[in-house]
């Protein structure tokens, strides 16, 4: 036994493990005592519920009671130096292993902490001895760029952390690298405990039919740009910002690094307090910003998914998802950002711009782990596509203009049972705008005093009309660019053109009495 690990058996760590973790530790030596010296093992908990220490904890405990060596992987460099800080204070000596360090004194450690890319290269060259490691602990395990080194450990126990023991590569299961899966407390659970703060989550209706899908089953990069840097996008979001989120430390999440700083100029322009933050900025740019973050009350950063792990900002109050994702891990994760406990926060706010809680249901539902450890591709095909998604939403006036359509009980109009009515009946699909056109002229009647208002009125609904006509593209099929521009501008012409021949029957129809001259 090495000298270290004498100097470990009598230091005992100042941290204090709740119920649950001492729990957690508990079952998996368990596993451990029982199971093959080369056994899997997968432990899932919730972002926020403390696996760093959870792990932390059974290193201590496993180099006291075990004459052999402990790894820890990560996949980032930050990771890797939290890690390292977290055992320390454990009492755990560890060494980073990474591109820079110096090997020749490997033999005085017992534990060593790696990025897993610095770690395939110290093993393919033979640098770091590895023949005495009885236990690796591999850190959002999720990310399969673990598995290639699992042919260097054939006899290490191996024990995966994860908050959603869900594959980023749906080619690549979990359960094909792991035996079996232990889940921790659930986020529910966490929250009625008050380890966690409750999200308080906005949605809105996003049409996201411009969005590709990639060859690793997320979104596209460049049709996520092109649909959130677009000026309506844009605007979308600064609206949502001041709505729900004024005032408190915001974490914008992006998808791709030109849509984030797209992000940082709009809002910047507005005159509020915004930085960017992506994987480009040098380690003392992102000290800056981070600083910036946490010492600036109503700040907010942008950013792309670099801080979706391995970053603790208690301060945040809002999350904004301002990008959709198919990626569960993802959802958790960003989401996660914000559920940390400090003194009286015991709820934080989520802005979903993404569809995203359409698609998953809410953050924290009660899933079954087991189920989509064990069958993966199962959950996945059950998770809602877009256009399903999508049908389901009831486009009405924004609240912005709202007011201005006071009098009209019932703004809405069902753009697809309209639809579905007139083919049933074998009418033609244009019958449907014309009644939309109707519609929407009555309620500009309904609130004006002369024809003028009611065309001032209609110029209001340029959102509503967009919405209609996207939900009537659907329903024939039919959305080209170009087929689409013509549809808005003739709708606006007609709708103009009803308003004038009709208003002052309309009016009378509807008022009782004529329009004053």
């Known amino acids: 036994m090495s000298e270290n690990n004498s100097a470990l058996q009598e230091k005992k760590t100042d941290k204090e493990l709740y119920d649950y973790q001492q729990g957690a530790i508990q079952q998996i030596f368990e596993k451990f005592d029982s199971a093959p010296e080369d056994y899997h093992l997968l432990y899932q908990l919730p972002t926020g519920g403390g696996k760093t220490v959870i792990f932390s904890e059974m290193v201590r405990q496993y180099l006291k009671n075990h004459d052999k060596k402990v790894l820890v992987m990560t ?264 559920s940390r406990i400090l003194n009286n926060k015991s709820k934080f706010t989520v802005v979903d711009l993404g569809n995203n809680a359409y698609r998953f249901g809410p953050w924290g539902a009660d899933l079954d782990w087991q189920l989509i450890f064990k069958s993966p591709n199962w959950y996945a095909d059950r998770i809602l596509d877009d256009d399903k998604i999508e049908a389901n939403f009831k486009h009405d006036l924004h609240e912005d203009i709202k007011d201005e359509f006071s009098k009209s009980e019932d703004t809405y109009f069902d753009i697809q049972q309209t639809y579905k009515d007139a083919v049933a009946k074998g009418e033609s699909s244009k019958v449907v705008l014309e009644r939309s056109i109707e519609q929407h002229a009555k309620i500009c009647i309904e609130n004006s005093e002369d024809v003028y208002d009611a065309l001032a009125l209609a110029k209001l609904l340029k959102d509503d009309i967009n919405n209609r006509l996207e939900v009537y593209t659907k329903c024939i099929s039919k959305s080209t660019y170009n087929f689409m521009k013509w549809l808005k501008d003739d709708y606006k012409q007609k709708l103009n053109s009803y308003l004038r021949a009709n ?4 009016f009378e129809e509807i008022h009782g009495y004529p329009p004053e001259d």
């Open 503 to 506: 208003f002052d029957a309309k």
């Open 75 to 338: 996949h980032r460099i930050e990771l890797c130096s939290q890690t390292s800080k977290m055992l320390t204070s454990f009492g755990v000596t560890n060494k980073v292993v990474d591109s820079k360090a110096n090997l020749d004194d490997q033999a005085d450690y017992s534990c060593f902490v790696a990025m897993v890319e610095t770690l395939n290269n110290r093993l393919n060259d033979d640098k770091l001895d590895i023949s005495d490691v009885g236990l690796v602990i591999i850190d959002e395990a999720h990310y399969n760029s673990f598995t290639k080194l699992f042919k260097f450990f054939e006899k290490s126990f191996i024990l995966g952390v994860t908050a959603t023991p869900l594959s980023s590569n749906k080619d690549l299961p979990m359960k094909d690298n792991y035996s079996e899966l232990i889940t921790g407390e659930t986020i529910e659970n966490l929250i009625e405990n008050e380890f966690l703060a409750r999200p308080e989550v906005f949605q809105y209706d996003m049409s996201l039919t411009s969005l590709e899908v990639g060859s690793n089953g997320d979104y596209t990069v460049k049709s996520s740009e092109d649909l959130y840097s677009s000026p309506a996008m844009l605007q979308k979001l600064i609206d949502a910002y001041k709505k729900h989120a004024l005032g408190k430390k915001t974490l914008i999440f992006n998808n791709g690094i030109n849509t984030s700083i797209n992000v940082y100029y709009a809002l910047r322009e507005a005159g509020i307090p915004i930085m960017h933050l992506d994987n480009t900025a040098t380690k003392k740019q992102r000290k800056q910003i981070l600083d910036w973050f946490h010492n600036t009350p109503n700040a907010i950063l942008t950013s792309v998914s670099i801080l979706t792990t391995g970053f603790d900002e208690p301060t945040i109050d809002t999350i904004i998802l301002n990008r959709a994702t198919k990626s569960l891990t993802l959802y958790y994760q960003m989401i996660g950002r914000g």
